[in-house]
């Protein structure tokens, strides 16, 4: 999947602006990255369009420490992000991880999502749908 087509399907699935899903994405992956472990990130980054694989293999530096965060924490952690309307990470999240889901092989989505808790199951559509289970945040 191409940088453009990522985008414009977060921007589809979120209902926001292409600039929107770009920082919602960003912040996301961003997130992700200081979720996971740093060889998974980089499984990740390999298999991502240039100018987002970068989110996955600079996390910021005061976050380089792994933590753990719940779903809703997680989505609290974007919604702090430079660039990121608060009111947009919830749908912005579930828009940017689905569409992970898409870009990237099965095996290697299980195995990032493996290292999260249970409930991020819930706000990721299945592929090829256009709906699912969702929270509200």
Known sequence: MEYQDFINAVATRAKVSTDQAAA?????LETLACRISSGQAEDLAY?????LD???????RH??????????????RVAERPGVDPALAGAGV???????????TRDEFEDTVAELPKE?????EPVGAGGGRHLRW
């Open 63 to 76: 976050e380089q420490a792994k933590y753990l965060l719940g779903l809703e924490d997680f989505v609290q």
């Open 24 to 28: 919602l994405t960003r912040a996301t």
């Open 120 to 124: 991020f199951w819930q706000v990721i």
């Open 47 to 51: 298999q991502l369009p240039e100018g």
């Open 94 to 104: 579930r828009a940017a991880l689905t569409t992970l889901r898409e870009a990237v």
């Open 54 to 60: 970068d989110c996955l293999r600079k996390p910021l």
